[in-house]
């Protein structure tokens, strides 16, 4: 069964860091297009970063001088390394699975198979 799970979120001061991390169960993470999405509040779901089957990695303009997405193969984990944190930050967010190369589709939710529960991050101005 296939299995995400995020955690790492939580309150932090504009300016501030995070590393949100997603386990993944069931399959392994670096034969799936793994992707990390975020949802604030009145807003779509957007995609924010992807590694794809290939290994690459595509970024959303809005943050890629920001945000680094990684994975751990040792410890099947994915995760989004957030850094000058905004207010508009403030979102759930989630991990996403596609067994699949998604190429320039990455972006879009609705071309991946599996998603987290999220996790909550709060950024204070």
């Known amino acids: 069964e296939v299995q995400l799970v995020e955690s790492g979120g939580g309150s932090v001061q504009a300016g501030g860091s995070l590393r949100l991390s997603c386990e993944a169960a069931g399959f392994i993470i670096s034969t799936y297009c793994m992707g990390w999405f975020r949802r604030a509040p009145g807003k779509e779901r957007e995609g924010l970063a992807a590694i794809d089957t290939d290994g690459t990695i595509n970024y959303a303009d809005s943050v890629k001088d920001r945000l680094t997405i990684f994975v751990d193969d040792d410890n099947n984990t994915l995760y989004l390394q957030m850094n000058s944190l905004k207010h508009e930050d403030t979102a759930m967010y989630y991990c996403?699975?596609?067994?699949?190369?998604?190429?320039?589709?990455?972006?879009?939710?609705?071309?991946?198979?599996?998603w987290g529960q999220g996790t909550q991050v709060t950024v204070s101005s």
């Open positions: 996403a699975a596609n067994r699949l190369a998604l190429g320039r589709n990455w972006p879009f939710k609705y071309e991946y198979n599996y």
